[in-house]
């Protein structure tokens, strides 16, 4: 299975980001060439884990795994998501997110002797950059999506140089499952990399549920005035009528097509953040059924059925307008 499931990971990652790219050339909207090298970072990284599953690990492949699947995957996937949403005032959230991330981080430092200046650092950097971002949503709100892309990429050139010329110590696997683990760097990376999975993945898992939201008819338990405290309830409130509209055919595809993602989204931070903690036997598994939910919330939006194709056209209808893109307007 530690061949196997990567394997699968990385195949069914590289595949998805061709499609996503895809629709890019046919559309050209910023969320789906974000996406498409966040996946592209997925396909990566899941592709060392099977490289060193069956050959055997390596500094330059754990590297490559540590710099892609510890940095990347999550803050692309999270961008693109606030590409979706740059009508929206998501920014404040995806900033929340960044600093308290940075907060983690600082808090990590008591497990990681020597982390505290890297800490320190993380918590700087990612509070500059939640109040970039949040200024941004305030006062330019459609430059929100640019600003934390600019962060990010500079981010990314900078995490880079960091984990290439970190001492790596070769503890690259869990004795026990084979699974790799990161206690072979540094403990001011291991703080580093919290925020850029704190950003990421909070922006994937609740961009998702809030486009579900949208979608979705709404039960006003609580007025909207209330800005995302209404959101909250409401969407649970909604939730029961939702489930009654789906068992009877009647309810927008995007609806659990973007539960879907939600939850593909939640599984491997879930076991990702088990592997911090030594919990390392769910983390392969994790990867792979996290990546088959995302998926397969993307094959059931309809959306997507208007604009696939595979190199030659084998299924593509005229580009329309997304919903999403016109409701959060």
Known sequence: MNVVLPLGSSVLSLVFAA???????????????????????????????????????????????????????????G?????????????????????????????????????????????????IVGLAIAAATAFRREQQANVAMAFLVVATFVVAG?????????????????????????????VSSVPFNAGGGLALLFGALYSAYIYMPKVRALPARLGALAIVVNFFASLPNAARLLVAGKLNSRVPATILIAVGAFIPGLTSSLNRFGVTWSFFLGEFVGLVLIFAGFLVSEEVFRNVRLGATLWSRAPATSSLESEVG
Do not use: C
């Not at 789906?32 to 990284?45: H, N, R």
């Not at 683990?181 to 291991?190: E, H, I, S, T």
């Open 19 to 77: 499609m996503v790219f895809d629709q890019w050339r046919q559309r050209r909207q910023s969320f789906q060439l974000v996406w498409s090298i966040g996946l592209l970072w997925y396909g990566i990284s899941a592709g060392m884990e099977f490289l060193g599953g069956a050959l055997g690990w390596n500094g330059a492949l754990y590297r490559t795994w540590y710099l892609i699947g510890a940095f990347l995957v999550p803050p692309y996937l």
């Open 79 to 127: 961008a693109g998501t606030l590409y979706l949403l740059n009508k929206t005032r998501f920014g404040y959230f995806v900033a929340f997110s960044v600093a308290l991330g940075g907060l983690f981080s600082l808090a990590a430092t008591s497990k990681y002797p020597g982390s505290s200046t890297g800490g320190e650092i993380a918590l700087a950097a990612a509070v």
């Open 162 to 190: 960091l984990v290439l010329t970190a001492h790596v110590t070769p503890v690259y696997v869990d004795p026990n499952t084979h699974v790799p683990v990161a206690a072979g760097f540094p403990g001011y990376l291991r």
